[in-house]
């Protein structure tokens, strides 16, 4: 492991707040870090963080909410909508991950709660780049943990394409995760389908990404594909690897998870 790479790693596995958000993250990570280099992940021991993780979020919802948080959330709910939306995700990365992982549907996200937040008409009816993408996530993720009762999501694909790819960025990360979910994170080997995608976002690196440190997100996870396809050969894969190098510092805690994984 270079220096660098060691330091997005130590600054990733650094503690941070327990939220959802950042318990999901880096779940998510470490599981990509598993498949991506599993003799070098057993040589760090980073099992011992994984299972970490999987127990703090047993805790989470097993732990009857107070009538403060109860209340609290349910006014969340009410005055923003919106980030109710977005707050799905890691509920539903419980579950993704943990299947994986072979917990089955020990850490399945409560139907009704999904039924409530993305009914089939707020997905086919979606208006802006940034919710289709969010959207095509969930839509991979329902599909894999209950086929038979989320599969039916998969026909409103063409529609989350057609609205992601109305900003170029956007739909960029689109892409990265059709290969992420192709390949279950690394699980299995890149169908076609992640290769179509790869040759977009060849196409995307030639013609529209800013080689600037705001991007440093973004050109992670291309190279995490590049890693997941097993594609070292792709033209910009060196140009990448040098942009994301010179990061020093995190905008996000998602941010230096992506650095993490790309530089493992």
Not at 64 to 90: D, F, N, W
Not at 105 to 125: C, F, G, Q, R, S
Not at 216 to 231: G, P
Request: glycine share 2%; with cysteine.
């Amino acid at each position: 492991m270079n220096e660098k790479s060691d330091f997005f790693l130590k600054e990733f596995l650094k503690p941070v707040k327990e939220t959802d958000d950042n318990l999901s993250i880096r779940l998510s990570i470490l599981f990509t870090l598993k498949q991506i280099a599993p003799e070098k992940f057993k040589e760090l021991n980073l099992d011992q963080y994984l299972e970490s993780v999987i127990s703090k979020i047993l805790e989470r919802i097993e732990k009857p909410a107070s009538l403060l948080e109860s209340i609290t959330s349910r006014i969340k709910q009410i005055v923003a909508k919106r980030a109710s939306l977005y707050g799905l995700q890691p509920n539903l990365d419980y579950w993704y991950y943990t299947k994986l992982l072979g917990h089955k549907d020990k850490y399945k996200a409560k139907h009704e709660l999904i039924k409530k937040i993305i009914p089939d008409a707020k997905i086919k009816n979606v208006t802006n780049s940034k919710d289709a993408v969010l959207f095509y996530i969930y839509v991979r993720t329902l599909s894999f943990c209950d086929l038979e009762e989320y599969g039916r999501f998969n026909r409103y694909i063409p529609i989350l394409r057609k609205e992601a790819i109305k900003d170029a960025d956007l739909y960029a990360y689109f892409l990265t995760h059709v290969i992420l979910y192709d390949t279950n994170f690394g699980q299995k080997k890149a169908p076609k389908s992640s290769f179509k995608a790869l040759k977009e976002l060849e196409d995307f690196c030639k013609d529209n990404l800013k080689f600037e440190r705001q991007y440093v997100d973004l050109m992670s996870e291309i190279i995490i594909c590049c890693k997941l396809c097993e594609a070292y050969a792709f033209p910009f894969y060196a140009e990448l690897v040098k942009n994301i190098m010179t990061t020093e510092t995190f905008q996000h805690y998602h941010e230096n998870a992506v650095l993490a994984a790309a530089t493992f």
